[in-house]
């Protein structure tokens, strides 16, 4: 996986996991129940999913981390977690698990048509 540096007005930089492009990426930092959530609900059918814990990068620099986030996503996020589905911006737990049902729905639909 690709790795983002991030420099700082400190000149120390985060190596900060860029969404991968194949499956989902989820930035989650410590005692979020939305990122527990999130992780319960696509582990059991998506072992390739990526998981960026965030809580060094919120230490470090907590700003720049905001602001790299922003440029990612396109606008500003400051919520936990935040998922990607193949490299695209999905949003936090409730948007993900939308997402989720609705390609259940439409694999159940396919299968069904044949």
Do not use: W
Not at 27 to 41: A, Q
Not at 50 to 68: I, R, S, T
């Amino acid at each position: 996986m690709n790795k983002i540096k991030i420099f700082s007005r400190f000149n120390v930089y985060m190596d900060l996991p860029h969404p991968t492009s194949v499956s989902y990426t989820i930035y989650t930092k410590s005692g979020c129940l939305s990122c527990t959530k999130v992780k319960d609900l696509l582990k059991p059918t998506h072992p390739e999913l990526v998981l960026v814990d965030c809580d060094d990068y919120l230490l470090e620099n907590k700003e720049e981390f905001l602001q790299h986030m922003k440029a990612l996503i396109g606008h500003e996020c400051k919520a936990f977690p935040m998922v990607f589905k193949n490299g695209l911006f999905v949003g936090g737990y409730t948007e993900t698990k939308k997402d989720y049902d609705q390609n259940q729905i439409l694999a159940q639909s396919s299968d069904a048509d044949f």
